[in-house]
């Protein structure tokens, strides 16, 4: 167990040890330092709430949290091929497994650490800004939601929500890096799949093909249900949880396979 803790630290070093990691921890901070202040400059004719304004703040910011991770994930497994330096990890006495794991958990809490800098900024800076509402009128008007919660724990679900489909593109992104062995195609089918696929699969749903019901990105949003406005009257949260687990462990398995089984002797 040691072993394979000194193995995720060394992934984690590798990722923090690199300018653009920190430069995108940067940009994260300064990007929501730049809407917060764009907020305060807006409340002066339209009245805004720290929770308003924490709850569009993090729509805006998470797309570039995605970004970044996906960026990382993208080069965990391709940059080890391009640069060669997988053989150096393969002959230390760790498992291919054990290896492929690490980076895997290493990227997930990287990603991690994204959420919980946009969530403490977003909180803690409004919180200083702008005025608190702790009314259910927040939930209802402004969330959408007609849950009988707070609006702090309505933003804890929103961002456990958002953390999941993080991990599905996470994984996605790392998939394709350990089996195509390019960063470049990684980052760019991730990309698509963060800015297009929920509109593709909601243009197909809006035609009526019913195997579209089986489409990821229609299943990603689970918030959906905290609201009680899911997609489909068929769609449950339940039926939701089993469709993006079984691409959870497709994907996982094919990221497995195909690494383990890779011949990298040239």
């Not at 901070?29 to 569009?56: C, H, N, R």
């Not at 909180?123 to 707070?150: A, P, Y």
């Amino acid at each position: 167990m040691y072993n394979f803790l000194q193995l995720v630290r060394n992934e984690n070093m590798k990722i923090y040890s690199r300018v653009q990691t920190w430069i995108m921890i940067g940009l994260i901070v300064l990007f929501q330092l730049g809407l917060s202040l764009l907020f305060l400059f807006a409340s002066e004719d339209v009245k805004i709430d720290s929770w308003s304004a924490m709850y569009d703040e993090t729509y805006i910011i998470f797309f570039f949290v995605a970004l970044f991770t996906v960026v990382v994930a993208s080069n965990s497994v391709a940059n080890e091929f391009s640069s060669g330096t997988i053989k150096l990890l393969l002959i230390r006495p760790w498992s291919r497994s054990k290896i492929l794991l690490s980076k895997y958990i290493s990227i997930l809490l990287f990603g991690l650490l994204l959420g919980v800098i946009m969530f403490v900024l977003t909180w803690g800076v409004n919180l200083l800004l702008f005025q608190l509402d702790n009314s259910q009128s927040i939930v209802e008007n402004k969330f959408g939601s007609t849950k009988d919660i707070t609006p702090l724990q309505y933003m804890l679900l929103y961002y456990a929500n958002k953390f999941i489909e993080l991990v599905m593109l996470i994984t996605i992104s790392f998939m394709i890096s350990a089996v195509f062995r390019s960063s470049m195609l990684a980052i760019i089918i991730s990309l698509l799949i963060l800015t297009s696929g929920v509109l593709i699969s909601r243009a197909l749903f809006a035609f009526g093909f019913e195997w579209v019901d089986y489409v990821l990105f229609l299943h990603m949003n689970f918030i959906r249900y905290l609201d009680e406005n899911p997609l489909k009257e068929e769609f449950t949260l339940a039926y939701s949880v089993a469709v993006y687990g079984v691409y959870y462990v497709i994907f996982m398995a094919t990221t497995w396979f195909v690494f383990n089984k890779r011949d990298v002797s040239n």
